[in-house]
């Protein structure tokens, strides 16, 4: 089991430039989440999906749209990148059920 | 919404010491209470939880108590090994999908 992967790992934009990351999981799980980590903030919630097909905003979902493509995959999209959006992103996912949250590996993104 | 505040933001302690890492919540519907461990360059790994029905719990050298009427909970590690630094985050959580975390506390283990 590979668990949460997240592409690219690392992604230098410029203010302006669009992207989307990447999340997968091999654990069938339910619940999957988007998060960005900044200095001094701890892990703020951008957006997850209860479920395959469902998609709620979490503390910060502007400047964001998300994708639950299916059970395993969880996309994340910066349609127009400002440097407010320079973080550490983390995916994670978790059976739903009030247990454990599985976190990746994280992507560092850089706007200029 | 819930708002979890955690502190210190940073400790440091001799090895062989204990830390205490000290967290507040604001729904007293929170009913799950994780902690994680962030080591350098990589994603949060869950390290011990507990639920509201239950004061303490323990693992090996990792405590977490509750405390529901004063609505906070307290993470303790006993004696302390270098492999012990990192950033540690509390969390709560009444939905079953959805938690909160708090801001971190980074822990140094001093030789």
């Known amino acids: 089991n590979a668990g949460v992967t997240q592409t690219p790992k690392f992604q230098v934009l410029k203010t302006g430039q669009s992207m989307t990351l990447q999340c997968a999981q091999d654990?069938?799980?339910?619940?999957m989440y988007w998060y960005r980590q900044d200095p001094g903030m701890g892990l703020r919630l951008i957006y997850y999906?209860?479920?395959?097909?469902?998609?709620d905003k979490g503390e910060v979902p502007n400047g964001y749209n998300v994708s639950r493509l299916n059970k395993r995959e969880f996309s994340l999209r910066l349609e127009s990148a400002a440097p407010s959006q320079t973080s550490v992103y983390f995916c994670?996912?978790?059976?739903?059920?009030?247990?454990?949250?599985?976190f990746g590996p994280g992507t560092r993104l850089t706007v200029t | 919404g819930e708002n979890v505040e955690q502190h210190p933001s940073t400790l440091s302690v001799q090895e062989g010491d204990s830390a205490v890492i000290k967290c507040t919540y604001s729904?007293?519907?929170?009913?799950?209470f994780p902690w994680y461990k962030q080591e350098l360059g990589k994603g949060p790994q869950l390290i011990i939880d507990?639920?509201?029905?239950?004061g303490e719990k323990k693992d090996q050298r990792i405590a977490v108590t509750l405390n529901k009427t004063a609505k906070h909970f307290s993470l303790h590690i006993t004696e302390t090994q270098p492999e012990d630094s990192a950033v540690y985050f509390c969390a709560a959580s009444h939905r079953d999908d959805k938690i909160i975390f708090g801001k971190g506390t980074r822990l140094h283990i001093l030789p």
């Open positions: 729904d007293s519907a929170s009913n799950y």
């Open positions: 994670a996912s978790s059976t739903g059920s009030g247990g454990e949250q599985y």
């Open positions: 507990i639920r509201s029905n239950v």
């Open positions: 999906s209860a479920s395959e097909g469902t998609t």
């Open positions: 654990m069938n799980h339910n619940s």
